[in-house]
Structure formats: C-alpha cells, structure tokens
C-alpha cells in the first residue's frame, strides 16, 4: 500500500476537465490531506473528485479524493482533500546508480559537506561521503544531476536508513520543476538500463 504524501512535500493538485495546478502538503490526517495553491487555478472547481500526483518512494503515485467544501482557488488558498488513505502507483521508477556530487548542509549557514549520491530515485538519494547523519533531520542539499542542464537540483530531504556502503535519504521538498528533471532522468536512464 502507497502511503499519503508527507507535509510540505510539493505535489500537483489535478482537477478533473479543470487542469492541475502546483500545491504544497501543509499537514496531513488519518483521512485527510490540507494543500496549499503554489499557483491559481484558471477555473473555479466544480467537480468535489480530485487527484494528488507526488513522488513516492517507489516513483509517481495518485491520492484520489474529495474536496471538503471548499471554494479556494487563489494563490496561496488552503484545500482540505478527504481520501480513502492508500494511493495508486502511476508509474515505478527504480533507483537509478549514478555517481552524481552532492552537496548537503544540516542547517542554513551550517558545514557545507561534499558527498557521492550513488543511486538517486524519484523519492530519495543514496550517499557515500556523509558521516553520522543525524536521524529525522532535514538537510539542505544541492544535487548535481548527470544531465544536459547543469545547474544543481536543490531541496530538502531526511535521513532514512543507513546503509552497509551508503545512507539512505528521503526528499522532502523540491521545486516541482526540479522534481521533474529528477524523475525524468531517473526515467531516461532506467530505459537505458533495461
């Protein structure tokens, strides 16, 4: 079963005939998720049936739910979405190996600390080069992707799991445009890989 998303991961609020539009978890229940609009919807939202899109640890999941009366549809408006608690995978996308220069902080103005990301997914990293993460923490971390744009993926993400030769790392925010480049690369070089 594919859990809800995690507060202030970004997702794509999706309304059926109506568009999508880029939103942000502000807190999350048993049955319910708040979203947050990163953007304005174009239209007023008259189907109570919506979708969340967000990466998961697996790869691109949809949350179905129904919006809980509201008429939000500004910048920055909060929608509570009620929802049956499990999600649908929409498509996997497998940790990539890579050799990728990461570079992480535990805190703005803290030690900049060069790492080796050497497996990146949709959800998260692996590193090499991180010693005695702090659990639960968030890191601020600047992800150098093997690709033809050149400029860092930055974000947040949690230390998960150590590892016997790397650490595993949980993203918790990315720009939705940096997110995509992470998954569109991950995409790309599965098909590679396969």
């Not at 919807?41 to 999941?61: I, P, Q």
């Not at 930055?154 to 790392?169: D, Q």
Request: aromatic share 4%; with cysteine.
């Amino acid at each position: 079963m594919s859990h809800p998303p995690r507060a202030r991961q970004d997702v794509t609020l999706v309304a059926p005939q109506r568009g999508s539009v880029q939103a942000r978890v502000r807190a999350v229940g048993d049955r319910w998720v708040d979203v947050q609009l990163l953007e304005s919807m174009r239209e007023r939202l008259t189907s109570k049936t919506v979708y969340l899109h967000y990466l998961g640890d697996d790869g691109l999941l949809r949350l179905t739910g129904q919006l809980d009366g509201t008429t939000a549809r500004a910048h920055g408006d909060v929608l509570r979405i009620a929802h049956r608690g499990s999600a649908m995978l929409l498509q996997r996308i497998a940790p990539v190996p890579c050799e990728a220069e990461l570079v992480a902080q535990l805190s703005a103005g803290g030690p900049r600390i060069e790492c080796l990301a050497v497996a990146v997914s949709a959800g998260g990293v692996q590193l090499t080069g991180l010693q005695d993460p702090v659990e639960g923490a968030d890191y601020l971390f600047e992800l150098l992707l093997p690709d033809e744009h050149g400029v860092p993926v930055l974000g947040r993400m949690t230390f998960e799991a150590p590892g016997e030769r790397a650490v595993g790392f949980r993203f918790t925010q990315i720009e939705p445009d940096m997110h995509q480049r992470i998954v569109a690369w991950c995409a790309a070089n599965n098909r590679t890989a396969a």
